[in-house]
């Protein structure tokens, strides 16, 4: 009988060993899965900018007499594109690092209204035609103690973002700061299309693109805000219900509130 409940008990054993061998098996699949998919969106995306360096770079190799200002015309576009590779390099470099925990963090005290200020002119400066920008007060006298760099590194992208996507004919980015409950709050929103709902979320993905005719990077500037938000201890989500594109930064506790 002994003998019987024992034999009961290790196939038990054995039938749950199974089931984690199973469940560990088919996770390292699906890692195998994404690892190929995202190899070959990388793949995908080195290839468009190093076919048209190479194809200007043998014309200007191979054809005599091009006027000058062909010339300039074709090294420039080699030039965009070679600043685009290493752009998109730089943004693969730094996910990995973010993905990874390997980064580490520089935490200072500073206002919040230099890094909106900072990231603002750095996102807009030789830009034509750049945003407008429109602020609430509440910045000026808000204390934060987070990896500045880092926080204003998320700002650039989603000024730069707004600047580039917001079509409208005198486009306008409104960036409004509130303080709840311990939380700082950043929303900013431009007077562009948006983003239809069914992409909210999907934005915040590797490589995610709403529209692909649009002249946009490679779709990692958002992944790396969200990276870069949850190593922070916050956050940066879609904020539905505006009519142009909006986005909200929320920064934790330990932010201080200056005296006014
Ligand atoms: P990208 O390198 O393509 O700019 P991002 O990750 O920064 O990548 O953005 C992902 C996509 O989200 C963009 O390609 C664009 O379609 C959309 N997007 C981002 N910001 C805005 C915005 N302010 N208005 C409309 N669409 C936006």
């Known amino acids: 009988m002994e003998y019987s409940s024992q034999l009961e008990a290790k196939s038990a054993e054995l039938s749950r060993t199974a089931h984690k061998l199973r469940d560990a098996n088919e996770k390292l699949t699906q ?11 990388i793949s995908h995306e080195l290839r468009t900018p190093m076919t048209s360096i190479r194809a200007f770079s ?63 002119s750095t996102a807009l400066t030789g830009t034509a035609n750049p945003l407008k920008l429109r602020r609430n007060r509440a910045a000026e006298r808000i204390a934060i103690r987070t990896d500045l760099d880092r926080l204003t590194q998320v700002f650039i992208n989603l000024i ?21 409950g311990g939380q700082v709050v950043v929303d900013l929103v431009d007077n562009g299309k948006g983003i239809p709902l069914h992409s909210q979320k999907m934005v915040f993905e590797k490589f995610a693109r709403v529209s692909a ?37 929320s920064l934790p506790l330990g932010l201080e509130i200056a005296a006014q």
């Open 213 to 249: 005719e649009k002249a946009g990077g490679a779709g990692l500037g958002l992944a790396i805000c969200r990276e870069i938000m949850q190593r922070l201890g916050g956050n940066v989500t879609y904020l539905p219900g505006q009519e142009g594109g909006a986005f909200r930064v």
């Open 160 to 180: 730069a973002n707004a600047q580039k996507y917001c079509e409208a004919h005198e486009p306008t980015l409104s960036i409004s700061v509130h303080d709840v």
């Open 58 to 120: 043998e014309i200007l190799r191979d054809t005599d007499g091009l006027a000058v200002a062909e010339k300039t015309r074709y090294a420039a576009i080699i030039h965009d594109e070679a600043m685009r590779l290493t752009r998109l390099l730089n943004d693969l470099l730094d996910l990995s690092v973010l993905e990874n925990g390997q980064v580490s963090l520089n935490v200072t005290e500073g206002m919040l209204v230099d890094v909106i200020d900072r990231a603002s």
């Open 31 to 41: 890692i195998s899965l994404q690892k190929d998919a995202f190899l070959s969106q």
